[in-house]
């Protein structure tokens, strides 16, 4: 049994969850260039066709294992430098110089698709979902602006959590407001938490704030495969959301690429309102991520005490063991960590006694799994 403590996939190098990550910038791959990507410890060989398509394929040539980037583009065909063979975007090898016949060689790809000015590639053979984007603009044409790269010294799934962290907006971004969130299952693969209280009324100025919610204080994270996650906050008027597009590097540690969204509004008026909306999100998401850059350089995670104000984290801890995982560099399917239906708490351990405890009286796993259940109420 995976508990909060003891996990598989949360907060792990040897495996994580299967769907799309963030290979490059859109911009970053012309017409007829290749580049060489390493993304959750593959290394693989990026070429735009001279169509615009992107293909994403193996790095090593299936023949003598030339790296493929060093390769050239030709036509929406990659063809390798070392003895010319040319691999069509679906991998076949189409060409051979000096041999009559093309070889039965294949070239492993992998799928691709571009959003919000990003690369991004699944991490398996078919993918399940579109890439990441938040709910209430799945729909609507979409303005986006990159915000900062960054890099962060500790496991992505441990960065993304900060945002469903809520007692930690009272204590290190000195919000007034208490959050509390609300989980929705969107599908399998996306889950969101959702704050569901309101501005408090006690002073003049929160009074103000409070009258461009008509109901709760809008800030919402919605999580795709575990991996990457778009906040939506702003009053009702104007909504704000952020995409962290976040990768592992090999180190177990995070490479991530904030994008900036906005409703496409039209015209040039429109064009201009949009960039402001863009820019306000910026400084919006920059404020918040001064304060966590602290915890996120020297924090070790170890959840040895969950409690009630923890809820959404256990919550999302166990979304992410649901996730069909692949192993780190490989990306061949491992087992499915958790069997249980959605929305259901993992059962507890039968025996309280249980499970050592270590050197120091950490409390015993079925302490922790029995404080994780009370904290989700089941
Ligand atoms: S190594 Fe690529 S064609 Fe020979
Ligand atoms: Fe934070």
Known sequence: MSSVRDTKTFNRTAQFAEGWYWALPSRALRRGKVKPVQL???????????????????????????????GRVDGDALRCFFHGWRFEPDGACSEAPQLEQPPRACLRTWPTTERHGLIWVWTGPEPRLPAPCAPELEDVPVRWAHGNRFVKGTHPNVVMINAIDAHHFNTVHRLVVDLDFETTRENAHVITFANRTRVPTTRWLLRQIGRFYAGPLTYSMSYAYASSGTVTVGPDLLHCHILFALRMTPEGHTEGQTVLLTPRRRGPLGWLFDRVVLFATKLVGNYFAKGDTRIFQTIKFDFQTPTKADRSIIEFIRHAEEQPAVAWGTWAPVEATTERPAGRA?????????????????????????????????
């Not at 009286?361 to 989700?376: H, L």
């Open 40 to 70: 959750m410890g593959r290394d693989l060989a990026i070429y735009r066709g001279r169509s615009g398509r992107v293909v994403a394929v193996d790095a090593h040539c299936p023949h003598m294992g030339a790296h493929l980037a060093e």
């Open 346 to 378: 993992l059962p507890l351990a039968d025996a309280p006694d249980a499970g050592p405890r270590d050197d120091e009286g950490a409390p015993r796993e079925v302490e922790v799994e029995r404080r994780a259940a009370e904290a989700v109420g089941a």
